[in-house]
């Protein structure tokens, strides 16, 4: 999974897209489910939610000037 999200960082920055991390968003055992391990939990889906909301309202989200959010 390592190499897909390199190849997906590095495109979007290439295309000076926005990024949503979430591996720097989700980085605490709470945020993620007790059932699975891949799957977010309350408090996880609620930071991911935000985290799009945060992209969505920036003004600077359109493609040219790529930005990570967490």
């Known amino acids: 999974i390592a190499l897909f999200n390199d190849i997906i960082t ?28 891949i799957e977010p939990s309350e408090i996880g889906g609620l930071k991911i939610a935000h985290a799009i909301a945060n992209v969505v309202r920036d003004s600077g989200a359109g493609l040219g000037s790529a930005k990570v959010y967490r």
């Open 10 to 37: 590095r495109t979007g920055f290439t295309l000076g897209a926005n990024l949503i991390d979430l591996r720097l968003l989700c980085d605490e055992s709470r945020d993620f489910s007790r059932h699975s391990p």
